[in-house]
């Protein structure tokens, strides 16, 4: 029943593109999923999260570490579950019985470790995401890293990041942005313009895209683009590291520098993802 309801969910968004096909009962998920990413593009692979555990052969829990993405990740079963149809991703006062000491803990996955079609080069990606809006400190991000290190053997930043959508508290908006050695260390954040924002339905599903070319970035959200970042004729190979794989991280982030305090009072908070589609370019 659920993956009849995401095959007639997904034919509305694309109805125009598949005008000929009359009845649901015609449409496959390639097709509907087709139709929705536009045309000249083919379902390489997707994630419904349509049964009752996440997938471990190409999801794996992120772990707790030093930066504030990942300071209070916990692999704990009750922050990252499959049900009804989507991933659930939490963020929760940390009242339990573990020997973590942070306030709150909150859960995210990572396919770093994952097959490789489940990991994205040149292509699209879509992900149908929605955020709860009532949490001052919420940080739901859905992002993507090189898989392997630059030619000179570096990793973050210089094998590039691309953060596809970073949503702050309760904003009506997210931000879109770029993060390389380029960016980065050399200082080139505006040299072209590495970052910008997109408003979105708040408290209810958004379609977040991300499309990597030879030549260019491009960020949409809801089926419109939103955000381009260009590769230059700078003659710095460090402007552009995304030419390779990049593996995807999706998660529920709380506090940091950036967003800023966490109200415990208001927690929990969860983040609801449908569905992680890639495609790629049709002959």
Not at 77 to 99: C, E, Q, S
């Amino acid at each position: 029943m659920k993956n009849t309801e995401k095959t007639v969910r997904s034919l509305l968004v694309g109805a125009l593109a598949l005008s000929a096909c009359a009845f649901v009962g015609c449409c496959t998920l390639s097709d509907s999923a087709e139709a929705e990413a536009g045309p000249g593009w083919k379902l390489k692979w997707s994630d419904e999260f349509n049964g009752t555990e996440l997938d471990t052969n190409v999801w794996q829990r992120c772990k707790t570490g030093g930066s504030d993405w990942n300071r209070h990740m916990s692999t704990r079963p009750d922050l990252v579950f499959v049900r009804d149809g989507h991933v659930t991703m939490r963020g929760v006062k940390n009242d339990g019985p573990d020997k973590d000491k942070h306030p709150w803990v909150t859960g995210g996955i990572e396919n770093r470790f994952g097959p490789a079609i489940s990991q994205m080069a040149y292509g699209k990606v879509l992900i149908r995401v929605k955020f709860q809006d009532h949490q001052k400190g919420a940080w739901p991000a859905l992002w993507m890293c090189g898989v392997k290190p630059d030619a000179q053997g570096r990793r973050w930043p210089w094998n590039g990041e691309i953060d596809i959508v970073e949503r702050l508290n309760g904003d009506a908006f997210v931000y879109q942005t770029v993060h390389s050695g380029w960016t980065h260390h050399k200082k080139h954040a505006k040299d072209p313009k590495h970052n910008g924002k997109a408003p979105i339905v708040n408290g209810d599903w958004n379609v977040y895209g991300m499309e990597i070319t030879p030549t260019e970035l491009v960020w949409s959200v809801n089926g419109k683009d939103t955000f381009r970042y260009p590769k230059t004729d700078c003659g710095d190979p460090d402007q552009w590291p995304f030419d390779n794989p990049f593996f995807f991280l999706l998660d529920m982030q709380l506090g940091g520098k950036w967003v800023g305090d966490v109200n415990l009072d208001t927690l929990p908070v969860e983040m609801y993802i449908d569905y992680i589609r890639i495609f790629e370019k049709t002959p």
